[in-house]
């Protein structure tokens, strides 16, 4: 198992611990100018990003919008801009959470795109959907809403010449736990290779609302277990994870539990296949 641990971290690139605050820093330094870099490699003077109330896209967004501004700063531009945009479902839950995140980035921009009249349109015209039981059907529109989400990031991104980002990161790559071309489509992933810990701790160094830092996680795509906390469907704790992924021991079902998840989620981590 120790063997599965080393491989698994290495290909999704995991970060060593944080070592104290400079180290937390550092990352924070890096990550910020890897978005400048991409947008100057693309040739583009957009950001867009979902927000959605949770820690993830917060980090992300703090990032995102410390990128831009960095850049107006330097003089490369003042018309680096960051969109950040709000996607609820009909009525979201937790939407005092989702503005508190859209307050502490303080983005350039937001827009706001209810995707229920989409999402309801697609499943009533789709004959597929109707012989599935509805536990089955809850599931299948869940990861429609996810690229519904997607789709109204990218018009946005579209029509203002921009890049959509991500918020992936080690703790669900390793569980593919995001829906393939829904969250898991997009154009940079800032957050790539850290685990759920340095997600809040980066969060946390960078202003956010205890809050919002350490709320329970939740991808929240499912009408019949609204709320539903990520680490109920993983079968494991984010600790546990992050644990496995930093190279520590485990318990053994639990370590079973992660590289099964890995194993089986492989396609979603992978190019399309080609003959």
């Known amino acids: 198992m120790h063997s599965r641990q080393q491989e698994i971290a290495a290909a999704l690139g995991v970060r060593p611990p944080f070592d104290g605050a400079q180290s937390i820093q550092a990352e924070i330094d890096r990550r910020v100018s890897f978005i400048q870099d991409c947008l100057r490699d693309s040739g583009m003077k957009t950001l867009v990003l979902g927000i959605s109330g949770g820690v993830d896209s917060t980090t992300a967004g703090m990032l995102a919008q410390r990128a831009v501004e960095g850049m107006r700063a330097a003089g490369e531009g003042d018309d680096y801009r960051f969109i950040a945009v709000r996607l609820p479902y009909q009525v979201q839950h937790d939407e005092d959470e989702a503005q ?15 995707i229920g009249a989409a999402v309801q349109g697609l499943s009533r015209a789709t004959e597929a959907l109707d012989a599935l039981d509805p536990s089955a059907r809850d599931f299948v529109l869940g990861n429609t809403k996810a690229r519904m989400r997607m789709v109204a990031q990218y018009t946005i991104a579209n029509a203002r010449q921009g890049l959509v980002i991500g918020t992936d990161h080690a703790a669900e790559a390793v569980m593919g736990f995001f829906t393939k071309f829904g969250d898991g489509a997009c154009d940079l992933t ?58 520590q021991d485990i318990d053994e079902e639990a370590a079973r539990i992660i590289v099964d998840a890995y194993d089986k989620t492989a396609h979603k981590r992978q190019l399309p296949k080609e003959p």
Not at 208 to 236: M, N
């Open 190 to 247: 800032p957050l790539a290779g850290l685990v759920k810990r340095q997600v809040r701790a980066i969060a946390a160094a960078l202003g956010a609302p205890e809050r919002l830092v350490k709320k329970v996680p939740t991808a929240d795509l499912e009408e019949l277990s609204p709320g539903k906390p990520d680490e109920d469907a993983h079968g494991v704790s984010y600790q546990q994870i992050d644990d496995f992924l930093q190279g």
């Open 100 to 114: 508190l995140a859209v307050d502490t980035i303080k983005p350039d921009e937001c827009h706001t795109v209810n």
